[in-house]
């Protein structure tokens, strides 16, 4: 790999300015190869992230460590710091400090120019609610892979007694008598909502009980957190959590769960390249549901103490998948994955049932010779798990067939990563644009692509 324009290795960058916006960075990738070699994983980006805003609610310092240098928690450590809380790195790589004693509130124009791409500033409205009385949230910006209504938010304060006020500068939120916990039924096993609803119920004052929550490993990292500083939670069965609203919170220290999708992401790349690729610090637990897909479709992988290993066990298999809410097969997965079957012996089927616009990152697939066919109200079929949505969409895959070189520009988070993964597989050199959006949740991409063997320059 060879980088230009003073482009390093590994570098990262701050928040992008937009995902409609093209970063400027491309890669020039020349496949053929397969990838072998050992990469790590810190702290999960859905995790770290959620971690830093509950650091507002502690009347003490916190300490939040293996957090990953991505973009997205560059956009929340400045966020942080425009609402005056002070962060600072702490001696060991990926350890920060978080001490919200000097928090204030900020303004629109400051908040939505740190927010950048990222939704994260919709999880400030408990504590900030708690901490200063007064919330405010911008227009929200993500990945474009469907929509992600805040009226699950938005319901979710309300039913905490908080007033929510629309203007053109965004929306603000106050609780002029304060906010008492609540009843609340999610229509949906949101992950955001269900993050609100804990950041917000810690400190309000009474019970709240949480229907139909999420209940994502990351979730329950979150819960670990606010326990440590000094919240009453408890879980139950059937996704009802219960919170006891205390009058105040201390600091934390804890180490973050491991990112269970970039360890995913390079298992689909060690099938996808016939390569050898050692996760270090990647868990079984967590990543059972993946791991069964993964052997059912021709991997391989050695579950050691330290990472798990992934590779081809033989040709590869077609399998049929449907993406859920955990303990489910995440969206998150399927895109990595549906590189890796493009070269499966026979059709896959993938039904994506989270968001209605994921999968339209394969359009890119079949220019690159992929046989890939999307059908936009989804599919009825026997044998299927997890209930129909309005939104879902489906790909059926056929293979194997060949793929070669394009110019392809990425869309999202996940979709970016495919693309790389896809060239890298593919005969002849491709061109990928827009990768900065990549580091939003992978951290040292670059130097990482570099240590697996890929062939690549970084030509803007």
């Excluded at 400190?203 to 500083?229: F, Y």
């Excluded at 969206?331 to 026979?346: C, H, N, S, Y």
Aim: net charge negative; charged share 25%.
């Amino acid at each position: 790999m060879k980088p230009l324009l003073n482009v390093a290795a590994g570098e990262s960058t701050t928040a992008e300015a937009g995902e409609q916006e093209l970063t400027g960075e491309v890669l020039a990738i020349r496949g053929g190869r397969p990838l072998t070699g050992r990469v790590e994983v810190k702290g999960a980006k859905n995790l770290v992230t959620k971690a830093m805003v509950a650091a507002l609610l502690g009347e003490t310092a916190s300490t939040l460590r293996d957090v990953p240098d991505i973009s997205d928690v560059q956009v929340v450590r400045s966020l942080l710091e425009v609402h005056g809380v002070r962060v600072v790195d702490g001696d060991e790589e990926g350890t920060i400090h978080l001490d919200p004693s000097g928090a204030v509130a900020a303004h629109f124009e400051e908040i939505d120019a740190h927010a950048g791409a990222s939704r994260i500033p919709i999880l400030f409205c408990g504590p900030l609610l708690h901490l200063l009385g007064e919330a405010l949230i911008p227009d929200l910006g993500g990945c474009r892979i469907g929509d992600r209504p805040i009226n699950f938010h938005m319901d979710a304060l309300r039913a905490f007694g908080a007033v929510v006020d629309k203007s053109y500068e965004g929306i603000r939120i106050t609780a002029p008598s304060g906010l008492h916990g609540a009843n609340i039924e999610l229509p949906y096993p949101s992950v955001g909502a269900t993050e609100q609803v804990l950041l917000t119920a810690v400190r309000a004052k009474g019970v709240t009980e949480l229907r139909n929550a999420a209940i994502e490993p990351e979730i329950m990292d979150l819960i670990a957190v606010l326990q440590k500083m000094g919240a009453i939670i408890s879980y139950e069965p059937n996704r009802v959590i219960f919170i006891e609203g205390v009058d105040s919170l201390r600091g934390y220290d804890h180490r973050a769960i491991f990112d269970r999708n970039e360890a995913a992401s390079w298992a689909c790349a060690a099938l996808a390249t016939d390569g050898d690729i050692f996760v270090g610090g990647a868990r079984q637990q967590e990543m059972l549901t993946f791991l069964n897909v993964f052997r059912k479709a021709g991997g391989w992988f050695d579950v050691r103490e330290d990472g798990i290993q992934f590779r081809r066990g033989g040709a590869l298999k077609p399998v049929v998948v449907e993406t859920d809410v955990h303990p489910g097969f995440m969206t998150d997965w399927q895109q990595p994955l549906i590189v890796a079957l493009t070269q499966a012996e026979g059709e896959s089927t993938v039904h994506e049932t989270v968001y209605e616009n994921r999968l339209g990152f394969t359009e890119a697939l079949n220019l690159m010779g992929a046989d890939i066919v999307v059908h936009r109200d989804g599919i009825d079929a026997p044998g299927r798990r997890v209930p129909r949505r309005a939104l879902e969409q489906a790909a059926v895959i056929n293979g194997p067939t060949p793929l070669h070189g394009a110019d392809v520009v990425v869309p999202d988070l996940r979709g970016g990563y495919s693309y790389v993964i896809a060239a890298l597989a593919a005969e002849g050199e491709s061109v990928v644009r827009n990768v900065g959006i990549i580091r939003r949740g992978y951290e040292k991409f670059f130097a990482k692509l570099d240590q697996l063997g890929a062939d690549f320059d970084v030509i803007g």
